[in-house]
T-cell receptor
C-alpha cells in the first residue's frame, strides 16, 4: 500500500525566508509524486509533479521539489516566502501506472509571518 | 467543458435524508475520482472509475455511500441516511487515460448535515 507522511501540520516562516515543507512517501512500486495547494475557501491546485526524468521538479509560483529515492522524500521548497503563499499544502503519491488513484497526506498549513 | 464541474456547490440536509452529489468531468477524461475532505483534515479517497473497468470502491466508508458513472461522463455520489459525520467537502477529480498525469479537481460540494 502507498502512503504519505507530511512532517508538521503547521509551519510558520517569515516573509522572505526559505520555505521547506517535508514529505516522505511509502510505495512498493515506482511512484508518481505530487504537491497540491489549497488556498482558503478554494479548490485544490496542482503545484508540481514528478513522474519520470529529472528529479528536481519546478512548479508554479517559484516552488520546486526534489525526488530523492534513497530517502523516499519529496520535500517542497521556495527560496523566499510571500504573504500570498499562505495556504494548505498536500503531498500525494500514486503508482507509476496509468491513472491510478492518488493518496494524499494530511496536509501542512503554511503561515507567513510579516 | 473546460474544467471539472460539481453541483451543488453547497448542500444542507437533515440527518437521515439521502443526498446526491454530481460531478461533470473534463471532456475526454476517462478516469474520475471522488474524495472527501473533512474540516481541517486531508483528502480521503472514496472511489475511482476508469473507463469500463470495475470501479475501485475501496475507500467508501460504509454501505450508505455509493457512486455511479454513466460511460465516461457524469458521476453521481449518493449518501443514504446521512449522518452528521458525513459533513465534509466532497471533491471530484478527473484525468486523461494516458499521457502526462494530470488530475484536475472540481471546486467541491460542501455538505452540511444538521
Amino acid at each position: 500500500a502507498q502512503s504519505v507522511t507530511q512532517l508538521g501540520s503547521h509551519v510558520s516562516v517569515s516573509e522572505g525566508a526559505l520555505v521547506l515543507l517535508r514529505c516522505n512517501y511509502s510505495s512498493s512500486v515506482p511512484p508518481y509524486l505530487f504537491w497540491y495547494v489549497q488556498y482558503p475557501n478554494q479548490g485544490l491546485q496542482l503545484l508540481l509533479k514528478y513522474t519520470t526524468g529529472a528529479t528536481l521538479v519546478k512548479g508554479i509560483n517559484g516552488f520546486e521539489a526534489e525526488f530523492k529515492k534513497s530517502e523516499t522524500s519529496f520535500h517542497l521548497t521556495k527560496p523566499s516566502a510571500h504573504m500570498s503563499d499562505a495556504a494548505e499544502y498536500f503531498c500525494a503519491v500514486s503508482k507509476a501506472d496509468r491513472d491510478d488513484k492518488i493518496i494524499f497526506g494530511k496536509g501542512t498549513r503554511l503561515h507567513i509571518l510579516p | 467543458g473546460a474544467g471539472v464541474s460539481q453541483s451543488p456547490s453547497n448542500k444542507v440536509t437533515e440527518k437521515g435524508k439521502d443526498v446526491e452529489l454530481r460531478c461533470d468531468p473534463i471532456s475526454g477524461h476517462t478516469a474520475l475520482y471522488w474524495y472527501r475532505q473533512r474540516l481541517g483534515q486531508g483528502l480521503e479517497f472514496l472511489i475511482y472509475f476508469q473507463g469500463n473497468s470495475a470501479p475501485d470502491k475501496s475507500g467508501l466508508p460504509s454501505d450508505r455511500f455509493s457512486a455511479e458513472r454513466t460511460g465516461e461522463s457524469v458521476s453521481t455520489l449518493t449518501i443514504q441516511r446521512t449522518q452528521q459525520e458525513d459533513s465534509a467537502v466532497y471533491l471530484c477529480a478527473s484525468s486523461p487515460r494516458q499521457g502526462a498525469r494530470g488530475y484536475t479537481f472540481g471546486s467541491g460540494t460542501r455538505l452540511t448535515v444538521v
